[in-house]
């Protein structure tokens, strides 16, 4: 098997385990369990909390004791073994601290995935920038697949989407065994200070300005990322409440339709490459941001019938440009901004700062939104002034970047920051 099929293995099922449950566990959380939604948002908040200090310390683990691939292998077998308890968790407290166990395992498996397969493409002399973007293609296809199966399976509102996440995490992790060596590349010399040896080198980079406000964009995007996933799903299947809607398409298979969310990440990954060597990386994550406006307020129009259907499949489609053109391409400008000593490390800070602070500050701001101001006394949403305020939300961020992030592109230098 090459180099870059095992690496194509790895992407599929790193994202089958999160497209599993991801998207419907809002099914399983309102339609089955009927828990609240601020607690909804706080079981959300764990990928955040995890993602705060885990991807970090797990990318200095990588960098300084243990090989990157032994350590990814491991993380998701303690991932699937925490999953398995899920299913019997019978409150929102309890369900809430075992989340928050597999959220600690999976999570820094995100950006471990991607330290993996930059260091085994290079170490086969392959350019990152052109060969990696196809091989996270077919983790969005594996996120896809996911969803499928659990949708089609009629598993959207049941406990079998996490066995099924569990299984395969733990299948993945015997995977990563198998993978070729990826050892430590920052070794302590004898002259190191006290913060090298502790491996806190890549928080250095939060001494650059443009890496520091890269950063900070970082996180305001990865809450809105967190909004989408949170309430996507659940979105849609409400619509099952107005008796016209009720027996569509768009109702009984609510999770096919977000599928085409993740069907356009597919086409945009592969597009990546060519838009940042045009435009750069501050053109492309300005596109990401303005196609969050579109995501949210295409929404707010929807309805599954007619024209309303056509906006909720428009909006699925802008998802893979939003999602995509911030997410990877973000990854990659870290990617080659950063000392290859800190790859791990670096690419644990900018997860940290979307899927933990940003997850964190989406979840528990929306949750907490959603519960004071836009929930009937019946319990019903106000999903169209809901998302209205997300649209308005990520215009804001949008505006804010394009006026304080400078930075001159250099089409020689894919993501080069100039100083």
């Not at 929102?92 to 600690?104: I, S, Y």
């Not at 330290?115 to 896809?144: C, E, H, M």
């Not at 993945?172 to 430590?184: E, Q, R, S, V």
């Not at 259907?309 to 699925?316: H, N, T, V």
Request: aromatic share 18%; hydrophobic share 55%; net charge neutral.
């Amino acid at each position: 098997m090459s180099v870059k099929l095992r690496l194509t293995v790895l992407s599929f099922l790193q994202f089958f385990v999160w497209g599993a449950w991801l998207i419907t566990i809002g099914v399983y959380w309102f339609g089955t369990k009927q828990w609240s939604g601020e607690d909804f948002g706080k079981v959300f908040a764990t990928l955040g909390i995890a993602s705060i200090f885990m991807p970090a310390l797990t990318g200095i683990m990588a960098d300084r004791w243990i090989n990157a691939e032994k350590l990814y292998g491991i993380l998701h077998i303690l991932f699937g073994i925490t999953f398995f308890f899920l299913p019997m968790v019978t409150t929102a407290d309890n369900f809430f601290w075992v989340m928050l166990l597999a959220m600690l395992f999976y999570m820094p498996t995100i950006s471990l995935s991607n330290s993996i397969a930059y260091y085994i493409l290079k170490n086969n002399q392959f350019d990152v920038v052109k060969v990696f973007p196809p091989i996270r293609v077919w983790g969005t296809v594996g996120f896809i697949a996911a969803m499928w199966l659990t949708n089609l399976t009629g598993n959207k509102g049941s406990v079998n989407q996490f066995y099924i996440a569990a299984v395969v995490a733990i299948i993945l992790g015997i995977y990563a065994f198998t993978l070729p060596k990826c050892p430590p590349q920052n070794l302590i010399p004898e002259d190191a200070t006290l913060s090298e040896k502790l491996g806190f080198n890549a928080f250095s980079l939060f001494k650059d300005y443009k890496m520091a406000l890269f950063f900070f964009f970082s996180m305001f995007l990865g809450a809105a990322l967190q909004l989408t996933n949170m309430y996507g799903d659940i979105y849609l299947s409400d619509f099952g409440k107005i008796p016209e809607y009720a027996d569509s398409f768009v109702v009984q298979r609510s999770t096919i339709i977000m599928s085409i969310s993740q069907v356009s990440e597919t086409l945009f990954i592969l597009a990546i490459p060519f838009f940042l060597s045009r435009f750069g990386i501050k053109n492309v994550m300005l596109l990401s941001m303005f196609a969050w406006v579109l995501r949210f307020g295409l929404f707010a129009y929807g309805v599954p019938v007619g024209f309303g259907l056509g906006l909720i499949i428009l909006s699925c489609i802008v998802y893979g440009m939003a999602f995509d053109f911030f997410n990877i391409s973000g990854s990659l400008f870290v990617e080659t901004t950063t000392d290859y000593k800190i790859r791990s490390s670096a690419q644990g800070l900018f997860m940290m700062m979307t899927n933990g602070f940003g997850a964190i500050f989406g979840s528990l701001a929306s949750g907490w939104m959603i519960g004071k101001f836009f929930t009937l006394e019946n319990g019903d949403k106000m999903w169209h002034e809901i998302w209205l305020v997300f649209a308005l939300y990520a215009l804001v961020i949008a505006v804010l970047f394009a006026v304080m992030f400078k930075h001159k592109h250099d089409p020689e230098v894919i993501g080069e920051v100039a100083h």
